[in-house]
């Protein structure tokens, strides 16, 4: 008889309740994934016992072992006593933050990247979402029924839509009405276009007017509004060239030549405060001392500046682009990129031309 909990699948499964796996399941269908890995849950939870047993043997407890309790006034037992909870307090809750800040983090970014995944998923249905209907309408206009024109319009091309469709119309066809279908499907995905669209052929059904000519204004509709969205893409493209310029161009060159303003400052105060401007008859109004600013420093700090500037820089550009910040989380290492070799490239032609300067 096999042990509980031995696989990882089953740590998976005793780690989420059973009222959350209906939802579970239901998102992670969003994404595209059929089962809910619970075997990945289980490793994640092997993994950071993992990582929290190395992290407390070669850091953890070290620290702990030399941390010690003065009592003035007690006995030896005392202090013993008392380092020995202080000891134990510790590591009770290393063992206990720690795994659960590892999952945590590990939760979090699976959730990003499967809610990244779920939009583009449903970017690509919007895009193919007038050719589908074209379809549909052309089926219906050549006597099919509206359930038979749904799984006719089914094409390999449409590849996520005629998935989703596909999945409705295997439900129409086992008996479940044709609007609940419908109306789970536009459910599941966050999108205001479809919803309108299956929303208002609803409708039209309900009310038993023709479908196919409903269909194509629908199709018009969507057009127009691609269409609208893209002159408003060609409007702002001066925002975008602005805002790259200054995260590629301005900023870079501004911490070069903060950069270098501050090397030319050291030597400056270097030289003034060596030379006897006594002696020499020469009485300055200020005195010049060595500054204590790391050049080091200051150039990872312009290094993590630049990166920040990029990454929220790119967010910018995606809001004025696509109205949303999930569309351009692929600018974001684009930015950075750019960002840092166009500093690197200053930097070394800064310190060519400033080199001979003293």
Same mark, same amino acid.
Request: proline share 3%; net charge positive.
């Given at each position: 008889? &096999?042990l509980?909990?031995t696989s990882p699948?089953?740590?998976?499964?005793?780690?989420?309740?059973k009222?959350?796996?209906?939802?579970l399941?239901?998102?992670?269908?969003?994404?595209? +994934?059929?089962?809910?890995?619970?075997?990945?849950?289980?490793?994640i939870?092997y993994?950071?016992?993992?990582?929290?047993?190395?992290?407390?043997?070669?850091?953890?407890?070290?620290? !702990?072992?030399?941390?010690?309790?003065?009592i !003035?006034g007690t006995? #030896?037992?005392?202090?013993?006593?008392?380092?020995? *909870?202080?000891f134990?307090a510790?590591?009770v809750?290393?063992?206990? &933050?720690?795994?659960?800040a590892i999952v945590?983090?590990?939760?979090?970014?699976?959730?990003f990247y499967l809610d990244?995944?779920?939009y583009n998923?449903?970017?690509?249905?919007?895009?193919?979402l007038p050719d589908?209907?074209?379809?549909v309408?052309?089926n *219906?206009?050549?006597g099919?029924?509206?359930?038979?024109a749904?799984?006719?319009?089914?094409?390999?091309?449409? %590849?996520?839509?005629a998935?989703?469709?596909r999945l409705?119309?295997?439900?129409?066809?086992?008996?479940?009405?044709?609007e609940?279908?419908?109306?789970e499907?536009?459910d599941?995905?966050?999108?205001?276009?479809?919803?309108?669209?299956?929303?208002?052929?609803?409708?039209g059904?309900?009310?038993?007017?023709r479908?196919?000519d409903?269909i %194509?204004k629908i +199709?018009e509709d969507?057009e127009?509004?691609?269409?609208l969205?893209a002159e408003?893409?060609?409007?702002n493209?001066s925002?975008?060239?602005?805002?790259t310029?200054?995260?590629?161009?301005?900023?870079p060159g501004l #911490?070069?030549?903060?950069f270098?303003?501050?090397?030319?400052?050291?030597k400056?105060?270097e030289?003034?405060?060596?030379?006897?401007t006594?002696?020499a008859?020469?009485?300055l109004?200020?005195s010049f001392?060595?500054?204590s600013?790391?050049?080091?420093?200051?150039?990872?700090?312009?290094?993590y500046?630049l990166?920040?500037?990029?990454?929220f820089?790119?967010? +910018?550009?995606?809001?004025?682009?696509k109205g949303?910040?999930?569309?351009g989380i692929?600018?974001i290492?684009?930015y950075?990129?750019?960002?840092l070799v166009?500093?690197?490239?200053?930097?070394y032609?800064?310190?060519?031309?400033?080199?001979?300067?003293?």
């Amino acid at each position: 008889m &096999a042990l509980p909990f031995t696989s990882p699948e089953d740590f998976g499964k005793a780690f989420v309740f059973k009222r959350f796996r209906p939802n579970l399941r239901r998102y992670f269908l969003k994404a595209g +994934i059929i089962e809910v890995p619970y075997k990945l849950f289980g490793i994640i939870f092997y993994l950071s016992i993992i990582i929290t047993a190395v992290t407390y043997l070669y850091y953890i407890y070290p620290l !702990l072992a030399t941390i010690k309790v003065q009592i !003035l006034g007690t006995s #030896f037992i005392a202090h013993f006593i008392s380092n020995s *909870l202080a000891f134990f307090a510790g590591t009770v809750i290393f063992w206990i &933050a720690a795994p659960l800040a590892i999952v945590a983090v590990i939760v979090l970014v699976m959730y990003f990247y499967l809610d990244l995944r779920i939009y583009n998923r449903t970017k690509r249905m919007e895009d193919v979402l007038p050719d589908f209907l074209r379809f549909v309408s052309e089926n *219906l206009k050549g006597g099919m029924s509206f359930e038979r024109a749904l799984w006719s319009s089914i094409k390999p091309e449409f %590849d996520v839509l005629a998935s989703e469709v596909r999945l409705a119309a295997k439900k129409v066809m086992t008996g479940q009405d044709v609007e609940e279908a419908l109306t789970e499907f536009t459910d599941k995905y966050d999108s205001p276009i479809m919803r309108r669209a299956f929303e208002l052929i609803q409708e039209g059904m309900k009310g038993g007017g023709r479908i196919a000519d409903l269909i %194509d204004k629908i +199709i018009e509709d969507i057009e127009e509004m691609k269409e609208l969205k893209a002159e408003m893409k060609a409007t702002n493209l001066s925002y975008v060239i602005f805002v790259t310029f200054v995260v590629i161009i301005v900023a870079p060159g501004l #911490f070069t030549l903060s950069f270098q303003f501050l090397t030319v400052l050291q030597k400056l105060g270097e030289k003034l405060a060596g030379a006897d401007t006594q002696q020499a008859g020469i009485n300055l109004p200020i005195s010049f001392g060595n500054v204590s600013i790391d050049t080091e420093t200051f150039k990872s700090f312009s290094r993590y500046a630049l990166a920040i500037i990029s990454g929220f820089s790119s967010i +910018i550009v995606s809001i004025i682009n696509k109205g949303n910040i999930k569309g351009g989380i692929k600018l974001i290492p684009i930015y950075v990129a750019a960002s840092l070799v166009a500093y690197t490239v200053f930097m070394y032609v800064a310190s060519s031309l400033f080199a001979n300067l003293f």
